[in-house]
């Protein structure tokens, strides 16, 4: 095995060669296996072990084979306890899931506080055909079907090719120690229930089911890849970037078939599960939102406006008169000048002793009117957005120009009738708005 796993890091996982790796050791075969592995192989680690201390002395006898193991390799070991059962109370879920989010977030801080280029996994074959029961039990797309990814952003599962028969056979080849898990042998999980029953029963239908289970799952990888692809494809003609957000022509995903999968795999990435509701935006009415814990869709006329969630800004902030320049919330440039040069919708000029000071920049709000420059008489924000058919987002994020209670100037846009030079004006005040 061992010649196999180097032409497999060869293969596959040349670029861990280079870099300080993390791996995830519980004590049970597989971890300690592949930490062999790893040495043999060349490659630095550092075990790192999550004592999650649901097996009272168990867990500590695991946390402490684990560091004689890394002082027997000659390797750095770090070990992590954790009040698995307080965090459960605290945030809720299952053992299993809190277990994940615990262990992640520490070896994240890891990587990150501490220069590791990946953290290694010994997931195997046998746990990839587990995982694909589970989910097709649960109902799953094609990405559920996949198994296990051999990498995914900075976890690597360099053992993903062999089988859980390959690395018994090696330990007990090897003569390697290891520590046994008691609760792996609790049916009431549902993995430990399909690893037990399920799994060997499969595994009579046919001498090489899981060899011909591998295949199956790279071909269903290659076809999950050629769709992404198309996907990914299809986003650049259909997300039409604006500012801060995506626009989405709504005709154009009609003409999508058959539309239901199309608007996964448009928005799943995005973290939207409601997949009902999404659909009813397509023809629903304008101003409707469709929220993930991530993202909102919302329907703006004829488009779906994709965003991140921002919380609007309700701060005020302050222009003095002596201030020649604004860094945030909007770049503006603040200047007396002796005559009105060449406007733009950037670019603004008042008669300085119309204003108020200091003056406020905030965001627009429902209510909000102004006299909009050229025209007779005030005119509601609202409508005028309506008009300039300006976009839910937009709006959201429009800042204005203000003295005391009135609206000098909406920023980039339009600017108030009531501030603008004539002839009775003395000091003009030039205002450039950087996008």
Avoid at 55 to 69: G, P, T, W, Y
Avoid at 325 to 346: C, H, M, Q, W, Y
Avoid at 372 to 383: R, V, Y
Wanted: proline fraction near 2%; charged fraction near 30%.
């Amino acid at each position: 095995m061992l010649a196999q796993f180097i032409n497999h890091i060869d293969a596959k996982f040349a670029f861990l060669k280079e870099k300080r790796l993390l791996l995830a050791c519980s004590g049970g075969v597989d971890s300690v296996v592949l930490a062999h592995l790893c040495i043999h192989s060349g490659l630095d680690i550092t075990l790192a072990h999550c004592n999650f201390n649901l097996r009272a002395k168990e867990s500590d006898d695991d946390a402490l084979f684990v560091q004689n193991l890394a002082d027997q390799l000659g390797i750095g070991c770090k070990i992590k306890s954790f009040d698995t059962k307080q965090y459960i109370q605290d945030h809720g879920g299952s053992v299993q899931m809190a277990a994940r989010e615990l262990r992640y977030k520490w070896f994240n801080e890891i990587l990150d506080a501490e220069g590791f280029g990946y953290v290694m996994t010994a997931h195997h074959a046998d746990d990839s055909l587990e995982t694909f029961l589970i989910n097709l039990s649960r109902g799953t797309g094609i990405d559920g079907l996949s198994g296990i990814p051999i990498k995914n952003g900075r976890v690597v599962r360099p053992l993903l090719d062999f089988s859980r028969k390959d690395i018994l056979d090696y330990a007990n080849a090897e003569s390697i120690e290891w520590r046994k898990d008691s609760s792996n042998a609790e049916s009431k999980y549902l993995r430990n229930k399909i690893r037990q029953e399920i799994a060997p029963k499969l595994k009579e239908l046919h001498p090489t089911f899981l060899e011909n289970f591998k295949k199956t799952q790279t071909h269903l990888h290659q076809t999950s890849t050629m769709i992404q692809n198309h996907i990914d494809r299809l986003k650049d003609g259909l997300f039409e970037k604006a500012k801060g957000h995506f626009k989405i022509k709504i005709e154009s995903l009609n003409n999508l078939a058959p539309l239901d999968a199309y608007l996964y795999q448009l928005f799943n990435a995005y973290g939207f599960t409601e997949w009902k509701d999404v659909k009813g935006l397509l023809s629903g009415m304008s101003g409707k939102e469709v929220h993930s814990q991530t993202h909102r869709l919302i329907k703006d006329r004829e488009y779906l406006l994709l965003s991140k969630k921002d919380d609007k800004n309700n701060e005020v902030f302050v222009v003095s008169e002596n201030d020649t320049s604004i860094d945030f919330p909007v770049l503006l440039k603040i200047e007396e000048v002796k005559a009105i040069e060449e406007t733009a919708k950037n670019v603004v000029f008042l008669d300085k002793e119309k204003l108020n000071y200091p003056l406020m920049l905030r965001n627009w709000e429902k209510g909000d009117y102004f006299y909009p420059f050229g025209m007779n008489g005030k005119k509601k924000l609202s409508k005028f957005f309506k008009d300039e058919k300006v976009d839910v987002l937009s709006k959201e994020k429009q800042w204005l120009l203000c003295s005391d209670k009135n609206v000098v100037w909406v920023i980039g846009r339009r600017l108030d009738e009531r501030y603008k030079v004539d002839g009775s004006t003395k000091d003009i005040l030039k205002i450039t708005f950087s996008v």
